[in-house]
């Protein structure tokens, strides 16, 4: 049954991400998932445990996207926390579980303004990204993951290292995105804003015409 519950979940979420008119879908799969967890509490369904957290933590993100509802946040930012907690390093699922907690306390940041969330989201990123070596299909993702969040570091502090580190990590991430992929767009924006920034401190002439040529 939990397995059943859970895949119902899922396929509404997947339901809610393609028609966001269907606010009930995400609701109701947040109800499914309470009561996975409540299922997977002990033997036989206990290994599904940290995969139905991040999924309710998932839901709980979107829903905080969708209302602003400061507890959905809150308690998504908990199960990400737990998921890691129940994903010990060396496991398959470790760099995941570190790369949805890293992501949700970006959002905790720009929500509380809390520095500190900000700098354990770092922390956790550089470690997802520790477990995606060259040639994995997701390092381009923590690339720019982690590059964001530095910048947006950056913009608080003024702390050039972390400047200077995020656009070697965005330009990484680019090379990594060819033509037509989902996320080569974003990785050109914030390549360009933080090479623009980088010029406005230095004025280097290779900053400003690495602007230009990223827009």
């Known amino acids: 049954r939990a397995n059943a519950l859970n895949d119902l979940g899922r396929a509404l979420v997947l339901r809610y991400q393609n028609v966001p008119d269907r606010g009930d879908d995400l609701d109701e799969a947040i109800s499914y998932y309470k009561e996975t967890l409540m299922l997977c509490q002990g033997p036989p369904s206990m290994p599904l445990y940290p995969t139905v957290l991040n999924n309710m933590a998932d839901a709980l993100n979107a829903r905080f996207e969708r209302d602003g509802r400061s507890e959905d946040l809150d308690n998504a930012t908990a199960h990400f926390r737990t998921a890691l907690d129940l994903s010990p390093p060396g496991t398959p699922q470790r760099d ?120």
């Open 96 to 215: 995941t579980a570190a790369n949805n907690l890293a992501s949700v306390l970006v959002t905790c940041f720009e929500h509380y303004g809390r520095t500190e969330d900000l700098a354990q989201a770092i922390h956790y990123h550089r470690e997802a990204l520790a477990n995606r070596p060259e040639g994995h299909p997701l390092r381009s993702d923590s690339l720019a993951n982690l590059a964001f969040a530095l910048y947006t570091h950056y913009s608080q502090t003024s702390t050039i290292a972390n400047l200077n580190e995020a656009i070697a990590l965005f330009r990484e991430a680019l090379l990594l995105c060819p033509e037509g992929h989902y996320r080569r767009g974003t990785i050109l924006s914030n390549y360009a804003v933080a090479t623009s920034a980088r010029y406005e401190l230095s004025s280097a002439r290779e900053d400003l015409d690495e602007t230009i040529r990223l827009h």
